[in-house]
């Protein structure tokens, strides 16, 4: 019984993984990055409270290979900090504007989520530079902060406004800038190539 549940459960994976390959012909898997551009000034000030967080660097490579363990593991991460991390706006976390911040007091806002998605898959093996700090604009054009996850099935979104990890394209994000996949402390354009929005980012 054990033996043919757990057949099942490799096939419904199998079938998982194909239909993600699947639904990348619909639209590009990767994001297309352009030049250096600005540092969120909270991301900014992350950096320079927190000394390490922001100074590693990477040489370009392939993205993380998606295995089943790998999926895994990034779906029960972003379940976590879902459930366990409660919404607060920084104004009232910190009574600031802006503060990007691990949630340790176990409040946070979208980039706070973010931040601990990140450091719990470096955690658990994830190169720093598979894993981006991302600044988007929703549909009623407030700004959002996602992580994203290179994978080798493309890339995908981290997000505490979505239960389910979902790729970038299945999204209704526009997306406009994030970190470097080769030195975290720099970010870099994004075209996202879906939508003619022009957006400025604080």
Same mark, same amino acid.
């Given at each position: 019984? %054990? #033996?043919?549940?757990? %057949?099942? $459960?490799?096939?419904?994976?199998?079938?998982?993984?194909?239909?993600?390959?699947?639904?990348?012909?619909?639209?590009?898997?990767?994001?297309?990055?352009?030049?250096?551009?600005?540092?969120?000034?909270?991301?900014?000030?992350?950096?320079?409270? *927190?000394?390490?967080?922001?100074?590693?660097?990477?040489? #370009?490579?392939?993205? +993380? &290979?998606?295995?089943?363990? $790998?999926?895994?593991? *990034? +779906?029960?991460?972003?379940?976590?900090?879902?459930?366990?991390? #409660?919404?607060?706006?920084?104004?009232?976390?910190?009574?600031?504007? &802006?503060?990007?911040?691990?949630?340790?007091?176990?409040?946070?806002?979208?980039?706070?989520?973010? $931040? &601990?998605?990140?450091?719990?898959?470096? /955690?658990?093996?994830?190169?720093?530079?598979?894993?981006?700090?991302?600044?988007?604009?929703?549909?009623?054009? /407030?700004?959002?902060?996602?992580?994203?996850?290179?994978?080798?099935?493309?890339?995908?979104? $981290?997000?505490?406004? &979505?239960? %389910?990890?979902?790729?970038?394209? /299945?999204?209704?994000?526009?997306?406009? %800038?994030?970190?470097?996949?080769?030195?975290?402390?720099?970010?870099?354009? *994004?075209?996202?190539?879906?939508? /003619?929005?022009?957006?400025? +980012?604080?």
């Amino acid at each position: 019984m %054990k #033996k043919t549940r757990g %057949k099942l $459960l490799l096939v419904a994976m199998a079938m998982q993984l194909s239909a993600w390959g699947s639904a990348y012909a619909a639209g590009p898997a990767y994001m297309h990055t352009g030049g250096r551009t600005t540092q969120p000034v909270g991301h900014y000030e992350f950096c320079q409270r *927190i000394a390490g967080e922001c100074s590693e660097r990477t040489a #370009k490579g392939a993205p +993380v &290979e998606l295995t089943r363990k $790998l999926w895994a593991t *990034i +779906v029960n991460i972003n379940n976590s900090v879902n459930t366990r991390i #409660k919404p607060r706006t920084d104004m009232e976390n910190y009574g600031v504007e &802006e503060y990007w911040a691990y949630p340790d007091n176990g409040y946070g806002d979208c980039e706070d989520y973010a $931040l &601990e998605k990140r450091r719990e898959l470096m /955690d658990a093996g994830v190169p720093a530079g598979n894993l981006l700090m991302t600044v988007a604009r929703q549909p009623n054009g /407030d700004g959002h902060a996602v992580l994203t996850v290179r994978t080798s099935l493309g890339e995908f979104i $981290l997000d505490n406004l &979505e239960t %389910k990890v979902l790729s970038w394209t /299945d999204t209704d994000y526009t997306y406009l %800038k994030r970190q470097s996949d080769q030195n975290s402390g720099v970010w870099v354009t *994004i075209n996202d190539g879906r939508s /003619d929005a022009v957006a400025s +980012v604080r």
